[in-house]
């Protein structure tokens, strides 16, 4: 069965317009995705080669013009999926690919067939990058999946242009029987610019989901993973103790006097020693555990895979690091002390690591409250 051409065409040219006015109105509304501005320029471009590519049957170099413009929609496309991922746009070889397409229909393009030939190779390319850019990203997605394989079928459809074409060129197949599959091809293409459109939307979709999971277990002063966050974490590393037979250690840290700076010189005074609480603390852990606030002025602590030896070493480092750094505030130095409780949680106790929380904030209640009773303590580990 023939497909008629100029509908296809209309459909291409009616899709772009479709797609084009959803997302002008999600670069208008959302203006940090930059990638929906490559994206809508992408569609105006192909929208603009329609009449070219129409009346290019009769006028060549309106056909060359038509070319031209789907060519660099595509390499916009592959730019805005680069940009969409916090990658550069490569201007530079998208510049190297629309010359180079420009040169080779002009001296190369005397026949139909030929400048198919370019034509599809020309389209080929940045599908194929923008492909590899997909494909070669962490974390994909369903939309990443989707964008991906319509990369994948555009492709299949221009490299079976490129074929028959080539054949013409050989003599190797007449005119008559391309054109018994040539409007496939088309059709294979405006289903990949289609899907890949909502690929791309999906993948906003993704994007938008993750920032505000992200949101949702960050804590907002101090940037800190929140109690949300802490419960998620240490599920996984009891799934990954009991699989190598680890240790973990849970420290429940509360800022000493915290309430009093706050009552006596605000709530501003309170949040800076809150954010630079929690700074001296993570310094002073390099990295060694998960680190998160889980209300007001209390912090927890998750570090698998030390011993009682170890987690005495490290709660010492953190008590001296939070007095021998004070705050700062407004000409005003307080000096900071912190109360840690500790408990040692083995992966063969046969309890789960949650009951842990519990134990090291009874010895955090024990450890201030030996504190109260004399000016020397030690914290208590267990």
Known sequence: MKLDFTTLFAIILLNSVGFAIVWAIISVSYRNLVAARYWFASLMMTFLSGPFLIFGEHFPWLNYAGNVLVILGLGLLWQGIRVFLKKPPLWGWLTLLVLTSILAMVFLGLSQPAN???????????????????????????GTWVAAGSCGLLIIGQTLEAITNTLRLADAMSTDTYYDFASWFLVLAILGVSISNLGFLLMTVDQMRNELYSLAIRDDLTGLPNRRALMKRMHDIEKKAKRSHQCVTTLMIDFDKFKSINDNHGHLAG?????????????????????????????????????LSESSVLIKSITEAVILNPLIWRDTEFTLSVSIGSHHWSSLSGIPLMLSLSHADDNLIQTKYDKKDSSTFTPIVS
């Open 116 to 142: 198919n030939v370019i034509f599809a190779v020309g389209q080929i390319i940045p599908m194929g990058m923008a492909l590899l850019t997909l494909l070669l990203t962490r974390n994909r997605q369903i």
């Open 271 to 307: 949040d800076a020693a809150l954010i630079h609480f929690s700074d001296v603390i993570k310094r002073s852990l390099q990295n060694k555990g998960f680190f998160a606030r889980i209300g007001g002025d209390e912090f927890c602590v998750l570090i698998p895979a030390v011993d």
